[in-house]
Nanobody
Framework: VQLQACGGGLVQAGGSLKLSCAASGLTFSRYIMGWFRQAPGKEREFVTRIWSTGNTYYSDSVKGRFTISRDNAKNTVYLQMNSLKPEDTAVYYC????????????WGQGTEVTVSS
């Protein structure tokens, strides 16, 4: 199983970025897909997840600014990030799990997002 995240970069505060995570080696449509992030010197934190049904859940810190979506035909999950803030600076990871709760089974390698003030 591979999760390949991309789309990170440097953006000014208030700007937008769209991350993608392409999955292979798994039945993508059966998996709950999530995005996490880890800022320098901080622990990894949950950002958002999307169920196979398309239902979504967001952390309070990104609600209203970020949108997660998925394309099961392309085995890809996306994270549209708008109104970016310097505190959004982090390495963003995608992850996949089958269970409704519990740990994620697979993780991507991460893509770095830097938001300048």
């Amino acid at each position: 199983v591979q999760l390949q995240a991309c789309g990170g970069g440097l953006v000014q505060a208030g700007g937008s970025l769209k991350l993608s995570c392409a999955a292979s080696g798994l039945t993508f449509s059966r998996y709950i897909m999530g995005w996490f992030r880890q800022a320098p010197g901080k622990e990894r934190e949950f950002v958002t997840r999307i169920w196979s049904t398309g239902n979504t859940y967001y952390s309070d810190s990104v609600k209203g600014r970020f949108t997660i979506s998925r394309d099961n035909a392309k085995n890809t999950v996306y994270l549209q990030m708008n109104s970016l803030k310097p505190e959004d600076t982090a390495v963003y990871y995608c992850a996949a799990r089958t269970g409704l709760q519990g740990e994620y089974d697979y993780w991507g390698q991460g893509t770095e997002v830097t938001v300048s003030s």
